[in-house]
């Protein structure tokens, strides 16, 4: 496997006036990378390029070693694409459709067929792959759906919203299959999903955009930790004079959730223990507010619309 | 659910080349085509075309020497270009429409393989079935009056070519009919009246516009005229084509690689990532 997944150089794409992809340059590890924005973000035109079904107008897009542009197919040999949308062959068993896309994807058929198997199995249709796919509940799809993206043993895997649709459980064991996956280590993901909690869950490296520019890269937990600064206090008592004794030394307290957040001068704690003194409360949580995905994207946001404006 | 890494039973990373990843789709939509309705169509084509080649060649070995235009007979009348719609409709109506109506289009495009390739494939396995049905029940008659000894070798290698030529012509237009009108749709069944219709009302409606207007042009704009003068005209008469057979030739050759060419087109306006 390449020492990048995927590297993005100055890549801008336009339709018509609007540009979908602005000068975006990224590098990423293999892993799993979680593609974070809101609709209209670029998201998707990325993931065109990347497979080699889009050239970009200006910039170069290589995928594990490869030219996106120039040697599409050898790109869509060493990746899998699972698409959001129902888009299975309900007149074919399962076996016989994930076989089926093994062949198209260039394995020879006794081969297909076998890893058919072994990946009907990984998902949990062993006892189903028999039926025809137009049988097959709403999970049932998703994880053949799966199955057809991984019968090839691919190098790098995009996923499109692999939870979408699915019910609570249902939506367990999807993100519990991708997560054994994603821990054999000689496969890599895409995930691009709305639903950030998935991303924090799975990805160990995330692309954040909007309208086509990049936010943030690189790892999740730099990221997250690199974010946030704020301190969480909780305390046993009236907080209202524990607020008022912070505000004194010159600190901004919220109380937010039944909690305090407080940024600290220079990560110095020494003021919150004289405030607890000085209004009677008793700490029971000292610590460092730990951000979600969510909240670094909505501040990531905000810092961009602040730059960008006059 | 039981969770565990899958365990690839074969670890070969052998990969077959663009060619084979082909066959495989066009292997699969042969297979996918061969409904009752195409079955159905061909057989009808075997037993009716077949039928009036031997008998007409029989009738004419008994009261004259029999030479190449005598077996023109399937083209003597409308019903053997009728029959190969009737299979075009069948085999062609789903081609590219069904995979737009559950958009597995998008799997395969999202594979090693190029738009070509999957719009060939389809055009190779709808053709397939039209092949069978337009040359399959002529080149039959004739091998079965050159084993009769009614047709001499020369004669009968003549009109199997003959038949061949006249087949792939038929074969190349209905193809580019089917795969253009199955593009414009993601419902099988609107796709297999469209080509039906279309082609059967330019054949009636040329017949009428021209027995009215008496213009000469007129038929060139039906399909199931030019396939016939081809035919006749290949087999050197004794009908008289209602046009040109070279220029009628032309015409089919030309429309069908349009319609193929724009079949394409439409499949390459499919958003494989999806907003």
């Known amino acids: ?310 | 659910m039981t969770i565990s890494a899958p365990r690839y039973g074969s670890t070969s990373s052998e990969r077959l080349g663009r060619t084979r990843r082909v066959l495989a789709i066009v292997r699969r939509e042969l297979r996918r085509r061969a409904g009752w309705g195409t079955v159905a169509a061909v057989a009808l084509a075997f037993v009716s075309v077949a039928a009036v080649v031997i008998v007409d060649a029989e009738f004419a070995s008994l009261t004259r020497t029999l030479r190449l235009t005598t077996l023109e007979a399937p083209f003597e009348s409308p019903i053997w270009p009728l029959l190969l719609l009737l299979v075009a409709t069948s085999a062609g109506a789903g081609a590219l429409a069904e995979d737009a109506g559950n958009r597995s289009i998008v799997l395969y495009l999202s594979r090693p393989i190029r738009l070509l390739d999957y719009v060939g494939a389809k055009a190779i396995a709808c053709g397939t079935w039209i092949l069978i049905a337009a040359a399959g029940p002529p080149l039959t008659a004739v091998l079965i009056l050159t084993l009769l000894g009614v047709v001499p070798t020369s004669i009968a290698v003549s009109a199997a070519l003959g038949y061949l030529a006249v087949g792939l012509l038929a074969t190349i237009f209905l193809t580019g009919v089917a795969l253009s009108l199955s593009s414009l749709t993601s419902r099988p069944l609107y796709a297999g009246v469209g080509i039906f219709g279309v082609v059967l009302s330019l054949f009636i409606g040329a017949a009428a516009v021209a027995a009215i207007t008496g213009n000469l042009y007129v038929p060139y704009a039906s399909p199931v005229t030019l396939l016939r003068s081809v035919g006749i005209g290949v087999f050197g008469g004794p009908s008289t084509p209602e046009t040109d057979p070279a220029t009628s030739a032309a015409v089919l050759a030309i429309a069908g690689a349009v319609l193929g060419a724009f079949a394409a087109w439409r499949a390459s306006r499919v958003e494989v990532v999806s907003e």
């Not at chain 1, 200006?58 to 698409?83: H, I, K, N, Q, T």
Request: overall charge negative.
């Open chain 1, 1 to 310: 496997m390449s020492e990048e997944l995927f590297r993005v150089e100055a890549v801008t794409k336009r339709f018509g006036p609007v540009e979908a992809i602005s000068n975006l340059s990224v590098a990423l590890r293999p892993g799993t990378i979680g593609l974070v924005g809101p609709n209209g973000a670029g998201k998707t035109t990325l993931i065109r390029m990347l497979m080699g079904l889009l050239a970009p107008d200006s910039g170069a897009l290589s995928v594990l070693g490869f030219d996106a542009a120039r040697e599409p197919l050898r790109v869509r040999e060493r990746v899998g694409y699972m698409p959001e949308h129902d888009c299975l062959m309900p007149d074919l068993t399962g076996i016989g459709f994930v076989a089926y896309m093994g062949q198209v994807s260039g394995l020879p058929r006794e081969v297909a067929m076998s890893r058919a198997h072994d990946v009907l199995e990984f998902v949990g249709l062993a006892e189903q792959r028999y039926r025809r796919i137009g049988e097959y509940s709403v999970g049932m799809r998703q994880r053949v759906k799966l199955a057809q993206a991984i019968v090839h043993d691919p190098e790098l895997c995009f996923l499109d919203e692999p939870t979408s649709g699915l019910d609570p459980h249902g939506r367990e064991e999807m993100l519990n299959l991708l997560r054994s996956l994603s821990k054999l280590g000689h496969r890599s993901f895409v995930l691009s999903t709305h639903l950030l909690p998935d991303t924090e869950r799975l990805c160990d490296q995330m692309l954040l955009l909007d309208s086509g520019r990049k936010l943030a890269a690189g790892s999740v937990s730099d990221l997250l930790s690199g974010h946030n600064s704020e301190t969480v206090v909780r305390v046993k008592g009236d907080a209202a004079p524990f607020l008022a004794a912070l505000s004194s030394k010159g600190l901004e307290p919220r109380w937010e959730e039944g909690e305090v957040r407080v940024t600290l001068r220079d990560g110095e704690t020494r003021p919150v223990f004289e405030a607890a003194v000085e209004s009677g409360v008793e700490l029971r949580h000292l610590g460092r507010s730990t951000a979600t995905i969510e909240e670094l994207f909505l501040a990531r946001v905000r810092e961009e619309g602040t730059r960008r404006a006059p």
